[in-house]
């Protein structure tokens, strides 16, 4: 499957740069997400995303001292995550860490994360991740999703 990354969820930013850059993207297309700074982290972003079934749900992304250059975290704030096929380190695992690249943005994250939350409704309801996935999962999970998607 093909998609195209608009360009200005991307940063271009100097390093010193970055952090006015990320939260003016941010801001841009996530005006409910906050982007701050933490003592143990480069900055946390935080805030609210609805899915196509009305359910809101909070998240948080802490982007380490080694970002721009490692895939920030994403973890459910307020809300327990579900066992599914895409979770890493107890939070959503959008992407593996070698798709990263420096020059995406934290509001690219958040969009994949839209992505992943609505995704995550369908794995609630059906019992399958819907779409292409990354890894392999064992017999009885690929039955039921080839099942799903006759």
């Known amino acids: 499957m093909d998609f195209r990354v608009t360009r200005s969820l991307l940063v271009s930013a100097t390093p010193d740069g970055r952090l006015a850059a990320e939260k003016k993207i941010l801001a841009a297309h996530f005006p409910q997400f906050t982007l701050s700074t933490r003592t143990d982290a480069f900055a946390v972003a935080r805030g609210q995303l609805e899915t196509f079934t009305g359910r809101k749900y909070r998240v948080e992304i802490t982007a380490d001292s080694s970002y721009p250059h490692s895939l920030p975290e994403i973890h459910p704030v307020g809300w327990t995550l579900r066992p599914n096929p895409h979770i890493i380190r107890g939070g959503l695992c959008v992407m593996r860490a070698n798709q990263w690249a420096s020059f995406m943005s ?40 080839w099942w799903h998607e006759l």
């Open 106 to 145: 934290v509001a690219f994250l958040v969009a994949k994360s839209a992505l992943w939350l609505n995704k995550y409704e369908v794995f609630l309801d059906k019992g399958i991740w819907p779409g292409p996935e990354q890894h392999e999962h064992g017999p009885i999970y690929k039955v039921r999703k």
